[in-house]
DNA sequence: CAATCTTTGTGATTTAATTAACATATATTC
DNA sequence: GAATATATGTTAATTAAATCACAAAGATTG
């Protein structure tokens, strides 16, 4: 991925990890906390921590540590999510349905605005509250809504289609289910969630094991 | 992750990578492919593809570069491919149904053997032919059908019981898609599949790409 | 079949990421 | 309120990952 910010993709992606963890402990009624604790919880190096957040600037106080909640919030607007992204959902299969139904997206600021099929029977229906549309009128939805992130839940043989219609507008993101690479303008963003990937990387790891207790008998 | 091998897990990442690469390879009749081509196809440099294949050994011929066949089996060795795992979903909802139904994973060798619920209105059905199951016979069933990997499709609040429950049995791995880390035994592999991490690194890159465009005004 | 071209495999180099170390600032304690 | 303990922010050192560069092997060509 092309980058502009001087801040690396590995320290980006470990931000939602620390949200999430600052979140169970706002939970769990923690107000205060170090690097050091944050250490444990979340398995990276407290030395790994400090700098991640020192990227950004100095959200702590020396002798006391971090204030919990105000972190929680840096790191949450650091990630954009005090704004609102108008989303929709291509494919209403399992997956895009199961994305629909997970509210916590729409709670995150990805106002899931509708969901697209090419199936009659699903288009007129709503999912978790959100309409089902035929795929036919993706291109003018987009336009009409000001839709900024697409998620692609279609079978890979559409993912391209898809990505073609929604590359004529002015989306600015796309968030790929589908188990291709699709190939866009250069100023989307492209983010994939390839699930055989991540399964073949058990699969080698559970060989690699294997083999290791092999070698030790 | 704690590593054994000397390999790391970068490359291991790019493995499967290379792998759909020369399927698409082989499904388009091309039998020869030198590093330079897969390049262009993958984005990784030629020299870093070189350097990854070389972690497990020469595949290829100086003056040729890589039989498409060839490599493609030998990585779908590398990662185990060439096993039966014997595998089963936890949570019939949308998500493990949109695993159920991909049939690509039971193709690769992880035979989807039952879906678990709580819902008495979803056991005894089948999905692609798959029964699902009551969850409570969940230990017993790994027990017996010497289950190696679980599928956590479960929401949150449900996933660390689940896993709970699975840590007792011999299972060798999870693949867990409930938004939360799952505290198990040393010599599980756990490979987590965090949504919301994924989403707001797109969150993450659509700010900053604005905040740049801004300053270029 | 000799000459040339291609392309791998690999050691050296560079760049990136992580960890260590510590000075400084603040909190806490007595 | 002085003394001590804590924990950040930041620079330096280390380790890991990616790229470069090239010799050697083998393919291709005329």
Redesign the pocket.
């Given at each position: 991925m092309e980058r502009f910010s001087s801040v690396?993709?590995?320290?980006v992606r470990r931000l939602p990890k620390y949200h999430r963890y600052l979140e169970e402990l706002i939970k769990n009624d923690i107000r205060r906390?170090?690097?050091?604790e944050?250490s444990k919880i979340t398995g990276?190096?407290?030395?790994?921590i400090?700098?991640d957040?020192?990227c950004f600037g100095?959200?702590?106080?020396?002798?006391?540590?971090?204030n919990v909640d105000e972190l929680h919030d840096e790191i949450g607007k650091i990630l954009g999510l005090n704004k609102l992204y108008n989303t929709v959902i291509i494919g209403a299969g399992n997956l895009g349905q199961a994305i629909a139904n997970y509210s916590f997206f729409d709670k995150s600021g990805f106002k899931m605005t509708a969901i697209f099929d090419v199936n009659p029977k699903l288009v007129g229906m709503k999912i978790n509250d959100i309409p089902v549309v035929d795929v036919d009128e993706l291109e003018q939805f987009i336009n009409e809504h000001n839709i900024e992130i697409i998620v692609i839940c279609t079978p890979k043989s559409q993912a391209q289609k898809v990505a073609d219609i929604a590359t004529r507008t002015n989306i600015k993101a796309i968030w790929n289910f589908a188990p291709t690479d699709l190939k866009v303008r250069e100023d989307i963003i492209v983010e994939n969630v390839h699930l055989s990937e991540s399964l073949f990387t058990i699969s080698y790891l559970l060989k690699e094991k294997e083999e290791q207790y092999r070698k030790k008998k």
């Open positions: 690396s993709m590995a320290v906390v170090s690097s050091q944050l990276f190096t407290a030395s790994q400090r700098q957040l020192n100095g959200f702590g106080q020396q002798g006391y540590g971090y």
